[in-house]
């Protein structure tokens, strides 16, 4: 019922941008936080940002200040604007979707490559 997909990824230059966008579909009556991750072969899957229903935000020491997490509520939509790329960045990265009602539902997408090229 719930689906979520990303899109955005694609091939870059070190220190290019790119955007990832999450959209959300089908019946969800909350959605507590939203969230970004990313893994490759070599390490687990690691948070990078987060944000809540109330728009706080989060993010993981090796992104701040170079990522920013933003949500559209009206499209559904959770972003991630990536600047300053670097080759470290390269990863595949997922969203991720709780919803926490009586108990805790998660949801992920896909994923969606991001190499970043030195």
């Known amino acids: 019922q719930v689906q979520v997909v990303e899109s955005g990824g694609g091939v870059v230059q070190a220190g290019g941008s790119l955007r990832l966008s999450c959209t959300v579909s089908g019946t969800i009556f909350r959605i507590n936080v939203m969230a970004w991750y990313r893994q490759t072969p070599e390490n687990q899957r690691e948070l990078v940002a987060s944000i809540t229903s109330g728009g706080n935000t989060n993010y993981a020491d090796s992104v701040k200040d170079r990522f920013t997490i933003s949500r559209d509520d009206a499209k559904n939509t959770v972003y991630l604007q990536m600047n300053s790329l670097k080759p470290e960045d390269t990863a595949v990265y997922y969203c991720?979707?709780?919803?926490?009602?009586?108990?805790?539902?998660?949801?992920w997408g896909q994923g969606t490559q991001v190499t970043v090229s030195s």
């Open positions: 991720k979707l709780t919803s926490s009602v009586v108990v805790t539902s998660t949801y």
